[in-house]
């Protein structure tokens, strides 16, 4: 029954590491065989959930993810604590109990067992369910698929009971299951939207701030067209692919913000993050924005919001609010400021014309950056990013969570929604996600790139064995500063306001001492590897055989040694 309901979500994969507390399921998806979904088999529960994750995040649409009863739910948790924090649709399915202690084996079902266990995620998903029959269960899980990709999406959790996993099913019990359609989309209200595209159209310099606008790609060239007809500015923070990076309106690294006169935030979850108009000394009040400056909010507001975790940053007092989905409100903006658009006095093409020059002196500036060799010999950051851009030259590429360092948007031209689905999230996060890009892209011939953190992938470096297992189309360039590089910034922080030595800095923080051999590691579970490169000299070479290998059907992974970017 709950394959049957999984194929009719149109649920193509279901990701876990086998636990015998959904052994009925883990038969009952064998069985199903080619007919669906397919078994994704990861080594630890937070990886299954991470693959998930990056899944959504290219594609829009859920997978499954079952996880072993209590224990596994545990292993599970930063997983899907950060698909809530990102919005990501996913089902979670939970083996469970039995809770009918009668029935329980000696120990081990007690010990793995909790009254009742779906509190252990029941502050950051959506909605959670543990169905005491197979009849409920039917129902829960259609109302469990309709709660996760409806906006604001997330993730949900349904317990199924290891006890009624192995009962025989009545015909009563098993209803004809259909697909759950999900309500329609949060339009804004009209006299609202409309007060927010007279601010933008009598604005001299309009600006915007993109959060997850971008989570549907139709918003990309709207919100293009939108800015190119006002001649406003976008800061974008990275959450989805909102906007081109090489676009000359893009502001992103420039002061624009500061000047904006009418700025509009387009679903910003946290207004302080990547922003800068709140600080740690200016939270809690109205963001840092020109005299007399118009503030609009146009998003979900609080719908969602969770009372356990802070995610969503400092209040701020906009001078509008409008509760929407951007989906909906968006292009309804770009028609009204259409209409209403009248001859330009001068003030737009003047403001567009200085957005256009920063636009080009950033992109100057972080492109000559990335030349310049590094005084202590080594390659940096800024080097490694650009030396692979020039590697996928030419292949239709896209890159996973992670942006070495920020260095891929400022360097790389992301001119399609589809070429990176977001930027990277915690520390123990982006291997998990990575993979589930290249899952996504699997089979369509894209070049999928991972620019990975060495710090991330020791927390879960067994997620390798994936990419092997199932062919995934990846090539994983190790970001390996041979430390916690933004650790190390913070204790270099400390060091000088404390006044202690700074070279003391790096204690607890290094990678070192020994190296981690990542290349040899990734061999180990069946992946094309090579390194460590320290000689930029070695860089294209190395690069070039790992983009053919990953083109002819098979992961790589080329193991680079960069200096840290300020902590030195």
């Not at 998806?29 to 994704?40: R, T």
């Not at 906007?243 to 913000?257: F, K, M, R, V």
């Not at 589930?436 to 991330?456: C, F, R």
């Amino acid at each position: 029954m709950v394959v049957e309901a999984l194929r009719s979500f149109g649920i193509e994969h279901v990701a876990f590491n086998p636990g015998a507390s959904f052994r009925g399921l883990h038969e009952s998806l064998v069985v199903a065989g080619a007919e669906g979904p397919q078994i994704v088999e990861v080594p630890h529960e937070k990886i299954a959930v991470g693959i998930a994750h990056g899944y959504a995040k290219a594609t829009g649409r859920p997978m499954a993810v079952v996880i072993h009863d209590l224990v596994g739910l545990l292993h599970a948790t930063l997983g899907v604590y950060y698909a809530y924090a990102d919005r990501v649709p996913m089902l979670l399915l939970g083996g469970a109990g039995p809770m009918d202690a009668a029935v329980r084996r000696p120990w081990i079902d007690w010990v793995h067992s909790a009254n009742i266990q779906n509190t252990a995620v029941r502050d950051y998903t959506k909605w959670d369910d543990y169905p005491a029959s197979n009849a409920a269960l039917n129902d829960s899980l259609a109302r469990a698929q309709t709660i996760s990709v409806t906006e604001p999406k997330g993730p949900v959790y349904v317990a199924v009971d290891s006890e009624l996993q192995e009962e025989e099913l009545q015909a009563q019990d098993w209803p004809a299951t259909a697909s759950p359609r999900p309500p329609s989309r949060l339009a804004p209200d009209p006299v609202a939207l409309r007060r927010a595209a007279e601010s933008l159209v009598s604005a001299h310099r309009p600006m915007f701030v993109t959060g997850a606008v971008g989570r549907d790609p139709a918003m990309w060239p709207i919100l293009v067209e939108l800015t190119e007809l006002l001649g406003a500015g976008v800061v974008d923070t990275g959450m989805r692919p909102n906007y081109p990076t090489a676009h000359p309106l893009n502001q992103t690294g420039t002061p624009s913000l500061s000047e904006a006169d009418t700025v509009v935030l387009l679903d910003v979850k946290d207004i302080g993050q990547h922003t800068a108009v709140l600080t740690k000394r200016d939270r809690g009040g109205r963001p840092k924005l020109a005299p007399g400056a118009t503030l609009v909010d146009i998003g979900f507001a609080d719908i969602g919001i969770s009372s356990w975790s802070a995610d969503y940053g400092s209040w701020y007092e906009p001078d509008q609010r409008i509760l929407a989905d951007t989906s909906v409100a968006l292009p309804q903006l770009l028609s009204m400021c259409r209409e209403l658009l009248r001859d330009d006095d001068g003030c737009r093409e003047k403001w567009r014309a200085i957005l256009a020059e920063r636009h080009a002196v950033c992109r100057a500036t972080w492109y000559q950056k990335s030349q310049n060799p590094d005084p202590r010999g080594g390659i940096t950051s800024a080097q490694l990013v650009a030396a692979v851009g020039e590697a996928i030259e030419g292949s239709d590429w896209v890159l996973t969570a992670g942006t070495g360092d920020g260095w891929a948007p400022r360097l790389w031209k992301f001119d399609r929604p589809d070429r990176h689905p977001g930027r990277s999230l915690g520390t123990a996060t982006q291997i998990g996600i990575s993979l589930g890009v290249a899952l996504a892209h699997k089979g369509s011939g894209k070049l999928v790139v991972d620019l990975q953190p060495d710090g991330d992938l020791l927390f879960d470096a067994g997620a390798l064995w994936v990419a092997s297992k199932y062919q995934l189309p990846l090539l994983m360039v190790m970001v390996n500063n041979r430390a916690y590089n933004n650790d190390w910034n913070h204790q270099l922080e400390m060091a000088d306001v404390r006044n202690t030595p700074r070279e003391d800095a790096a204690i607890g923080i290094t990678i070192d001492q020994p190296a981690v051999d990542f290349a040899s590691m990734a061999k180990s579970f069946g992946w094309q590897a090579e390194g460590p490169v320290v000689d930029p000299t070695d860089l294209t070479a190395a690069l070039n055989r790992a983009v053919k290998t990953v083109q002819a059907g098979r992961p790589a992974l080329v193991d680079v040694v960069c200096w840290p970017e300020r902590a030195h």
